[in-house]
């Protein structure tokens, strides 16, 4: 972390997990233990169906509710998808992009997150840009081109003064739901290689300011070792974020002064 430059931020990914009446339970129990979270911002990312209990469930703490996807489109004809315009109009501020399943299972290749993001800034959301690489490709060594390719082509066409909502997250493939963390040093180093792009893509005022989260695995016994490293400006979390408990321990994690 280094909040002398850039926002603090952990954000829970709940995937497809947990139905409205869940959310409410889980933010009633994690409202109970919430410190006062001067040092970083939460965030929530929750199924769109579920954003409305949550945003309700969470009213007056200072959890946000971030959508898990968006659609590339404006408006139209594309059953079953949700717009940039729709998200904003709720409220929303945060949207992921590009997360690995969504790359996995529906073919979100590089162009359609470059075009999920430019529709996303375009309303007013703040993306979180995912980006990763496999197993294999690291064992190939080829994961610092890939990450250049994937953060070049993601940031294609966003204006360098709309940079400052954007987030990106490292999210190595092997570590998510694996149980297996990236070292703090392996992760560091990629989102020190993510900040190294963007630096020669926008300049180094922007690059210094943009917050680059790490995620895979991340839970209540790694954050505070993941955190200290200088480039990791929080977390992107999965399984941890589904347990109020733990949640809340990585929340502290950032949260120290
Ligand atoms: P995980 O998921 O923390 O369960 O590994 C992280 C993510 O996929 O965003």
């Given at each position: 972390m280094n909040r002398r430059y850039r926002k603090t931020i952990i954000a829970g990914n709940w995937k497809m997990n947990k139905t409205a009446s869940e959310t409410k339970a889980f933010a009633d129990e994690l409202k109970t233990m919430l410190?006062?979270?001067?040092w970083c911002d939460i965030l929530v990312c929750v199924p769109f169906v579920n954003i409305a209990a949550a945003q309700k469930a969470f009213k007056d703490t200072r959890v946000a509710i971030g959508a898990e996807n968006v659609s590339q489109?404006?408006?139209?004809?594309?059953?079953g998808e949700v717009s940039a315009a729709m998200l904003k109009d709720l409220g929303v501020k945060y949207v992921i992009i590009g997360h690995s399943e969504r790359r996995q299972y529906w073919n979100d290749d590089d162009l359609i997150v470059n075009k999920k993001a430019l529709a996303a800034v375009e309303a007013g959301l703040y993306p979180i840009i995912c980006v990763g690489e496999s197993l294999e490709q690291r064992e190939l060594g080829v994961t610092k081109e890939l990450i250049d390719l994937q953060v070049k082509t993601a940031l294609a066409g966003i204006p360098a003064e709309k940079m400052r909502h954007v987030v990106i997250a490292y999210e190595p493939l092997w570590a998510i739901g694996t149980g297996k963390t990236a070292t703090a040093e392996q992760a560091n180093e990629v989102n020190e290689e993510i900040r190294t792009v963007i630096r020669k893509l926008y300049g180094a005022r922007v690059a210094r300011s943009v917050t680059i989260l790490y995620g895979g695995s991340m839970n209540e016994k790694n954050a505070e070792e993941l955190l200290a490293q200088p480039d990791i400006d929080g977390g992107l979390i999965?399984?941890?974020?589904?347990?109020p408990e733990k949640f809340n321990a990585i929340i502290n994690a950032a949260n120290q002064e």
């Amino acid at each position: 972390m280094n909040r002398r430059y850039r926002k603090t931020i952990i954000a829970g990914n709940w995937k497809m997990n947990k139905t409205a009446s869940e959310t409410k339970a889980f933010a009633d129990e994690l409202k109970t233990m919430l410190p006062k979270a001067k040092w970083c911002d939460i965030l929530v990312c929750v199924p769109f169906v579920n954003i409305a209990a949550a945003q309700k469930a969470f009213k007056d703490t200072r959890v946000a509710i971030g959508a898990e996807n968006v659609s590339q489109f404006e408006k139209g004809a594309y059953t079953g998808e949700v717009s940039a315009a729709m998200l904003k109009d709720l409220g929303v501020k945060y949207v992921i992009i590009g997360h690995s399943e969504r790359r996995q299972y529906w073919n979100d290749d590089d162009l359609i997150v470059n075009k999920k993001a430019l529709a996303a800034v375009e309303a007013g959301l703040y993306p979180i840009i995912c980006v990763g690489e496999s197993l294999e490709q690291r064992e190939l060594g080829v994961t610092k081109e890939l990450i250049d390719l994937q953060v070049k082509t993601a940031l294609a066409g966003i204006p360098a003064e709309k940079m400052r909502h954007v987030v990106i997250a490292y999210e190595p493939l092997w570590a998510i739901g694996t149980g297996k963390t990236a070292t703090a040093e392996q992760a560091n180093e990629v989102n020190e290689e993510i900040r190294t792009v963007i630096r020669k893509l926008y300049g180094a005022r922007v690059a210094r300011s943009v917050t680059i989260l790490y995620g895979g695995s991340m839970n209540e016994k790694n954050a505070e070792e993941l955190l200290a490293q200088p480039d990791i400006d929080g977390g992107l979390i999965g399984g941890a974020s589904l347990v109020p408990e733990k949640f809340n321990a990585i929340i502290n994690a950032a949260n120290q002064e």
